[in-house]
């Protein structure tokens, strides 16, 4: 059964493989300071167009989200972030765990908006509360929704009023730039917020997260947090190697575009067959709700998270589409899809 | 330069790197549910000769101990380790940023002896100390010995007497297991211990350790913790096919047995050269001691550590030997040493 | 100007300062091995009619409720909360600052309900979230109301069916007790939950919370968590003497039963003047809502917090009465309350 | 039995019992803002002759040493410790618990030394072990010497030289300051170290010590800390009315002055009766030598601790003297050992 569960089904993209054939036996520093790690930083210094940044290579997502926000944070400081944040779902506590209450404002299609801070903060005023100190957004969201330049000047202007940090998680962050609906380069990106990280592994890389820290203040020490959170590999190579590969040229966001060429062809074939989604998401991540016993029907072919319920006969499930997805696959799911949605009409006439 | 310096300097056995080539694009399950952590913990199982252990693929030694010792305590119980265990020397306060302290007592060749775990106990009788709850001991150690059977059963009673854990470091688990030194197989060894784990990085695999839980009180809700402290990888795939590849046939211990062997060439050749040691250690750790002109002149053809120093003008440094160390580079530094030695030898008599 | 903002205004009832003075250079032990500690002990236990609980004395309601919630959770477990739960929106993050999460559900009149508790299990399955383990309600609520038995056994049987605790937050245990709307002994009270509190600041003690652990798992070690948490008094006579004061006789309840009356004598007056209240709340918590510009006479006379705005022209405010509430100032309360309405009447008619 | 076994077996002084009583009913606001503790923060200010400090009332020591280290330290920083250190020794691990490594050098009489300091510096130089940040040291020690103005000058100069934080653990400040080894004025002590506190508990008060933060980087938000930790007490008056009283006029060094002459007329009898002592401590714990017969005589009629074994027929015992240790109580105590001695003497001549 092909799965459009996730996009780190597959392994590695055969580039970096090949990399790290060519490269294997040969005797490398370790913990950071091996010639790939270097070079992969250089390279992505040259896409970021900065070299004030720093940048750390993590092995995931959950990791290098609490390895951020632990290390920015004094242990009476909060975050705000959207109800529907990965850290706030889908981290099984771990930024609690490091002592950080995590605030949560209802999420407006996966987005924070700047005056919700503003509302949070109205209510966090003395130490009988946390004290907010930084806004965690993802981008794209876990809704697939990419914050425009506007919705991320916004959010920058309540931070710099407040003197709060903006961190973004960037599991997906190929997706969202390499979006339709994105209008900001990297480096207008990286000039918005504090910190961010660019995602490795639901791109193409094995594993691997690039964490890179934008204000001065929050640079210090870090490769510090990194040893003592149990981040810090031995044989880092096997990340500069695979961050090498996907920024040395443009196959970093090649892979991206990739995957968002196939979530549009597959919106646009159920588009044309009629459904309806939960949000309009323009990444790599698609909502469409489908009637229950389609998805029934659907399961049979293939594999994929049911989202939510959206009424008592219909759901909303997750389709994602990815560097390695095939294009004959997402045809194929169209054409079951138009063959179920055939049947219904016909029975529906009878 | 060729280098002495650690087990980590090249990437991944050959075998390891095809494996993951052969099987890169099938689409497989994230979060440790792929096939291959599926095989690779039914081989490892295989070779431990019990199924009633759990087995978790983790990335790093440092993230392995922190996991486990965390999972394992209540808050205000304490560790007790030798002084030159890695958890207290090397790991940036790892566990105590977990909330645990740990109570070091003097190592004798880098071991802990049953009698110090009675020592320090007595002096932990109430509220106003920790509680220690659990031994952390390395085996191999840091110092490259090897702990026998008489020495683990020791441990292993007072433990009992006491309702303490009994907690293996094994990043280099597989050289304490080839060494000439060893006198347990892996199955008893699992009995002895509350837990322990099987080190890939530092034996050919491009990261992994394999945490065994052997205590069926230690077991239950694991992964919330490997998920709450990042260490969950979505592409567990990684792990699964590296350990699969280690433990299908004998890869694993044959890798360490060309380690050690590689150990013993040299340790031969310096003996035949009236080297000493700093401590007879029978596993792929080497600790020499050299007259500090000497080390500066070998430091101009290999890479290795200094140690420390032994007097005014001798230090011992540390070599280490790998799956990957070539025959003809531990050749090439008995002759250098050779040469040194013949220099020296000369000028002493003139 | 007196002050109704809280049931903390005064030091301590007259008996236990007379009781202070008359011990005060008799040289006892520390750390609770004083002999008031033990006889408070004993009378607690004797008003609860159990011997088979522990009992701790603590210093205040915030350090209770970390200390009890950090003690018997492990890092990945978490709490359900309502979502007016003192722990969450009044203690600095001092539950997140142990490492866990507080999960919340709408608080209804300030009380958890059975099923949302199951609610909250439905979407708590697996390691991508945290483990709800312990439930956390306050009796009274943090709106005054106060829990029947029937209410405390269906949470009861929630928890049982899930394997979960119930802590019940007793800063203002004694009101509740003492409130008409209580249909529960302490004895019964104590075995529907696995541990609960009886405060003492809040109702005559300078300081002091009483921490009843009945569940036998929860007990061990406990005072390694009081000293670790830096809650270990050396003089603990001063919390022993305190609490063997408040429970020797009935001095205890007696002051909860004064506060309560001052609070249905505030209450049965502002009902007659026809003022509505936020919710209907039996115990010693208030929350009448006025027109905003009669609040504003009325701080010209009284302290007390605003609420909440009710309407764009109402708000609530709350108005606590204590042991050491007068009789009189409740009248005078009454009495200018009355002039400003009769005021309000007349200019409305004009 | 009269007990010298520490300095907080009685209450409070009379006086503060007595301001207890007169403010009694006197309604206040709490956590830190009533009358008294704004007071109390006057008073001490000028008793230091400096109002650029900030000072909070807390509870107690081991609750003061944790909220200030875990405030003033970031997640990878760690405390320097002489080997006898109250936080390393006797807390339970608090200070590990809120996260971060004690590192231990071997204590001097209960002193740290400046060169020791840099001994650990030149240990920890990277990511693989903590970053040393803080100095912890008592005074008086837990042995009972006091620093003088050139160890505190050296402590300064290598803690500046370095960029780590001074702070000192002055449980028992008072009888350091007004021992006769003290040649330093709070002023300038104040000015030496970055935090320390006041210790009230073991000088006369029924619980509390004054934190004073000089360094103007710890102050912010401190009191959020002091909240979150759960230190902050509702009825704040009880420390500030202690503090009020200790230190409106002398009376904190005047029962500083009595405890310490209480020691010197121990020390004298003793000295007298030729008893050696572990170490000449100038404050108010003694730790006389005593073969092991003559303690279990003495214990028949006085309470104290035992220390350490000295060798196998004698051990140091330690006495500590307060506030309200009776003068005949320690004429007594002299009386007694003289009467052992004296039938030793016999029995040995014979």
């Known amino acids: 059964m092909y799965s459009f569960k996730n996009d780190y089904s597959e392994g590695a993209h055969p580039k970096i493989l090949q990399a790290l054939l060519e490269t294997n036996l040969i005797q490398e520093e370790g913990y950071g300071y091996d010639r790939h790690t270097e070079e992969a930083i250089h390279y992505i210094k040259q896409k970021i167009n900065r070299d004030d940044i720093d940048i750390h290579l993590l092995q995931g997502g959950?990791?290098?989200?609490?390895?951020?926000?632990?290390?920015?944070?004094?242990?009476?400081?909060?975050?705000?972030?959207?109800?529907?944040?990965?850290?706030?779902?889908?981290?099984?506590?771990?930024?609690?765990?490091?002592g950080h209450k995590i605030i949560t404002v209802p999420a407006c299609e996966?987005?924070?908006?700047?005056?919700?801070?503003?509302?949070?903060?109205?209510?966090?005023?003395?130490?009988?509360?946390?004290?907010?100190?930084?806004?965690?957004?993802?981008?794209?969201?876990?809704?697939?929704?990419?914050?425009n330049k506007s919705e991320l000047l916004e959010l920058r202007k309540v931070c710099n009023e407040n003197r709060l940090f903006l961190f973004?998680?960037?599991?997906?962050?190929?997706?969202?730039?390499?979006?339709?609906?994105?209008?900001?380069s990297l480096y207008e990106f990286s000039c918005l917020v504090d910190s961010f990280y660019i995602?490795?592994?639901?791109?193409?890389?094995?594993?691997g997260?690039?964490?890179?820290?934008?204000?001065?203040?929050?640079?210090?020490?870090?490769?510090?947090?990194?040893?003592?959170?149990?981040?810090?590999?031995?044989?880092?190579?096997?990340?500069?190697?695979q961050f090498a590969e996907l920024f040395r040229d443009d196959l970093y966001m090649d892979l991206a575009r990739h995957a968002n060429e196939m979530a549009t062809l597959l919106k646009k074939g159920l588009t044309e067959l009629d459904y309806q989604f939960l949000v309009d998401s323009p990444s790599n991540q698609l909502f469409p709700i489908f009637p229950e016993e389609e998805i029934e029907q659907l399961k049979k072919d293939f594999l994929f998270y049911n989202w939510e319920k959206v009424d008592d006969k219909h759901s909303a499930i997750?389709?994602?589409?990815?560097?390695?997805?095939?294009?004959e696959e997402v045809l194929r799911?169209?054409?079951?899809?138009?063959?179920?949605?055939?049947?219904?009409?016909?029975?529906?006439?009878?």
């Not at 973004?168 to 900001?184: C, E, F, P």
């Not at 995602?199 to 594993?207: R, V």
């Not at 997750?318 to 294009?327: D, E, P, V």
């Open 62 to 98: 959950t990791q290098t989200n609490l390895l951020a926000i632990s290390a920015f944070l004094r242990p009476h400081e909060a975050v705000i972030a959207p109800s529907t944040g990965h850290i706030f779902v889908n981290e099984a506590g771990a930024i609690e765990n490091t």
């Open 209 to 241: 997260e690039a964490l890179v820290i934008c204000n001065e203040n929050l640079k210090e020490d870090f490769r510090y947090h990194i040893k003592q959170k149990g981040a810090l590999l031995a044989k880092s190579r096997i990340l500069g190697i």
């Open 318 to 327: 997750r389709l994602i589409t990815s560097w390695a997805t095939k294009k």
């Open 110 to 147: 996966g987005k924070l908006k700047a005056q919700q801070i503003e509302s949070v903060l109205s209510k966090h005023k003395d130490e009988h509360t946390v004290k907010p100190k930084l806004v965690y957004i993802s981008n794209p969201t876990e809704l697939g929704t990419v914050y």
């Open 199 to 207: 995602g490795g592994t639901k791109n193409g890389a094995l594993l």
């Open 333 to 350: 799911f169209l054409e079951v899809v138009s063959k179920i949605n055939k049947k219904r009409s016909v029975s529906h006439r009878l």
């Open 168 to 184: 973004v998680d960037g599991a997906r962050l190929a997706s969202a730039m390499a979006s339709k609906a994105n209008d900001i």
